[in-house]
C-alpha cells in the first residue's frame, strides 16, 4: 500500500498560481504512475495529469495542458502540481493517486490507481 498525503490547495483569483504536493509513504517503489485528478460536486472524478515515476512522462487532459505541469521528485517521493492561469472552472477537490506495479496504457481511468489521497480543496474567484 501507498500512503498519500496532498497540500497547497486554497482560494486563488483566477489568473492566479497554486501548486499542490503530494508526498508518498509505504510501498512507493511498488508505483508506477500517479496521477492528479478533481472532482465538484455532482460530478464523477475527472483526470486532470498523470507522470510515470520512472521515467517522467507526462500526460494531460486538454482543459488543463499548457497550463498546469506535473512533476515529481523521486529522492523525495513526493509529486507536485504546478497549477498557473487559474480559471473558476478549475474550483474543485484535488486529489492525487498512485497506481500499483503494471504498466497500463489508460492513464486518465480512475480505476486504475488504487491509493488515493484525502483530497484538498482549489476555489478560484472570478
Known amino acids: 500500500q501507498v500512503q498519500l498525503v496532498e497540500s497547497g490547495g486554497g482560494l486563488v483569483q483566477a489568473g492566479g498560481s497554486l501548486r499542490l504536493s503530494c508526498v508518498a509513504s509505504g510501498r512507493t517503489f511498488s508505483s508506477y504512475r500517479m496521477g492528479w485528478f478533481r472532482q465538484v460536486p455532482g460530478e464523477e472524478r475527472s483526470f486532470v495529469a498523470a507522470i510515470t515515476w520512472r521515467s517522467g512522462f507526462t500526460y494531460y487532459s486538454d482543459s488543463v495542458k499548457g497550463r498546469f505541469t506535473i512533476s515529481r521528485d523521486n529522492a523525495k517521493n513526493t509529486g507536485y502540481l504546478q497549477m498557473n492561469s487559474l480559471k473558476p472552472e478549475d474550483t474543485a477537490v484535488y486529489y492525487c493517486?498512485?497506481?500499483?506495479?503494471?504498466?497500463?496504457?489508460?492513464?486518465?481511468?480512475?480505476?486504475?490507481?488504487?491509493?488515493w489521497g484525502q483530497g484538498t480543496q482549489v476555489t478560484v474567484s472570478s
Open positions: 493517486a498512485a497506481s500499483g506495479p503494471l504498466y497500463f496504457s489508460n492513464y486518465g481511468a480512475a480505476q486504475q490507481y488504487g491509493n
